[in-house]
């Protein structure tokens, strides 16, 4: 049988595994940091996820996910994820309104459920932020990508990821016509901001370079 997790336990558990990710271990101040959580917050719950054995932690070094914490974070991850694909496509929610209600069903634990969702949708690979969305088994689809702000001049591309999904942000995508699956070309890098020119259709836009680091493209065709 497998174990029941409080809210407020999914919602560390699905933090860390965003944060583990690309280091080898998290520490008390960034998860504190992430949550806006205290520091002695932290560190009660980080002794209850311990007991359950869902975490390795060591005071002053930081922790990790163990095998069976990762497992239960990225079902709460695939949750979240088919949540806001619901929202999106049959909803005709924006793309800048599903994570905040996506954040509460994706607690909605039912595993009959989320596999009817997931046949219902016909089985997505990416939510509408162009996030992987793990399958049944845990897996998740390799894409490979690159930061818009890496993509070299005349490349054509495809938008496939948007890494800071804040309303702000997409909402200045969304002005700016930018979704997953837009077709983007890097015309010049401006060497004093390194914002970039960029081509959307017949159209040209300036991006700043924050911005332009929080969009990942894949290649569409080889190099003119």
């Not at 205290?38 to 002053?60: E, F, N, V």
């Not at 969702?117 to 997505?124: G, K, S």
């Not at 890098?189 to 990942?216: G, W």
């Amino acid at each position: 049988m497998s174990l029941k997790f409080s809210s407020s336990e999914e919602n560390y558990l699905k933090t860390i595994y965003h944060l583990q990710s690309g280091q080898e271990a998290v520490t008390t101040n960034a998860l504190a940091e992430k949550l806006n959580a205290r520091p002695a917050s932290i560190t009660d719950m980080m002794k209850k996820l311990s007991a359950k054995k869902l975490i390795h932690y060591k005071p002053y070094y930081g922790f990790t996910l163990t095998a069976e914490g990762k497992k239960a974070a990225v079902t709460i991850v695939r949750r979240h994820r088919l949540w806001e694909y619901f929202l999106s496509v049959k909803l005709k929610f924006d793309w800048n309104e599903v994570h905040e209600i996506a954040e509460e069903l994706e607690h909605v634990s039912n595993k009959k459920l989320i596999d009817k969702l997931d046949a219902y949708l016909e089985f997505p690979a990416f939510d509408p932020h162009g996030d992987p969305i793990p399958d049944q088994k845990g897996k998740i689809r390799p894409v490979k990508e690159l930061p818009l702000s890496q993509l070299p001049a005349n490349q054509l591309a495809r938008v496939c990821r948007v890494s800071n999904q804040s309303e702000d942000l997409l909402e200045m995508l969304q002005f700016k016509h930018i979704r997953i699956g837009t077709r983007i070309e890097v015309k010049k890098q401006f060497e004093y901001d390194h914002s970039l020119q960029v081509k959307i259709a017949d159209k040209l836009e300036t991006l700043s370079e924050p911005l332009a680091k929080n969009i990942f493209v894949t290649y569409e065709s080889t190099p003119r």
